[in-house]
């Protein structure tokens, strides 16, 4: 089947920000120097701002400006960082989760190579949303998923220790192959973290545990106007019942269910798949705004 645009410009996005996530310590963009008890943020040291004559001479400062500065560069900051989420799930609902979390982008990889070895998405055993006749070549995606498992890892575990360790002393001792301890220990925990979540966990995570997930859905939830899946209920006469929306879903949402599933992410799959039942721009599906017409 070939791909989508939908999906690809999904892919693309979901890419950019993979490379994102682990170039932003090499450039400064975000990182704590464990070393230097240094945080980075877009290129500079992040500190209080107190200046040079506060640490020379703190007693002639009153306690006033040290609480000033405290909440404008600590406080202040952090409670827009941690805005970030609920405001894109206000406006966007899980968008965020479908279309560039990193780690869902990994979590669909993994339910890819599986269903190609085992025909389903779940080690556990088959759901109703499985795609149908969708196995692969065992031997062929056996040897990809082992060295997906061989290499991808550890190359997320040294990017990832460059958010504690300086990425120049990393290069060092990945050039020297004379890796420290935090370098080995970062590099084998997040091996471990992705090892288990690749065959065990996956989309759970998504669904229960994941906090940036959570904050987007409660807040996509209560928003008049947050983006979402919409279906096209006055038309329903024309749905073939051939589940290809169902089965598209990596969530296991029912995208035709007359409840708004919070699990929903936007990765509009289903969008595509009606489409392909259905013809191009006949489909039941579409994202919008809720209140919005189409």
């Not at 940036?212 to 947050?226: H, K």
Request: glycine share 10%.
């Amino acid at each position: 089947m070939n791909m989508s645009r939908l999906t690809l410009y999904r892919r693309i996005v979901q890419l950019l920000f993979i490379g994102l996530f682990l170039t932003a310590p090499v450039f400064d963009i975000l990182r704590y120097d464990v070393a230097a008890k240094e945080l980075y943020v877009l290129g500079h040291v992040w500190d209080l701002g107190l200046g040079e004559e506060f640490y020379a001479n703190p007693g002639q400062f009153g306690p006033g400006y040290v609480a000033v500065h405290f909440f404008l560069r600590a406080v202040l900051p952090w409670l827009m960082v941690l805005s970030v989420f609920p405001l894109l799930g206000y406006f966007l609902g899980r968008t965020f989760c479908g279309w560039a979390c990193p780690e869902g982008a990994l979590f669909e990889l993994a339910d890819f190579l599986t269903i190609k070895l085992i025909g389903r998405r779940s080690i556990y055993g088959r759901t109703p949303s499985d795609p149908e006749s969708a196995r692969g070549s065992a031997l062929f995606y056996g040897v990809v998923t082992s060295a997906y498992l061989m290499v991808v890892p550890p190359i997320f575990g040294i990017m990832m220790t460059g958010y504690f360790i300086d990425p120049s002393r990393i290069w060092h001792e990945v050039r020297t192959l004379d890796p420290s301890f935090g370098l080995m220990a970062g590099t084998i925990g997040v091996w471990i973290y992705m090892f288990i979540t690749f065959f065990f966990v996956r989309h759970i995570i998504c669904k229960y545990l994941c906090g940036a997930g959570l904050m987007q859905m409660l807040f996509g939830w209560i928003s008049p106007r947050s983006l979402g899946l919409r279906f096209r209920r006055e038309e329903y006469e024309r749905c073939t019942d051939c589940r290809r929306c169902e089965k598209a879903c990596f969530m296991g949402v029912k995208p035709r269910s007359t409840k708004k599933d919070i699990n929903c992410v936007n990765c509009a799959e289903c969008v595509t798949a009606c489409e392909q039942e259905l013809g191009k721009g006949k489909g039941l599906f579409w994202l919008g705004f809720r209140g919005g017409q189409k």
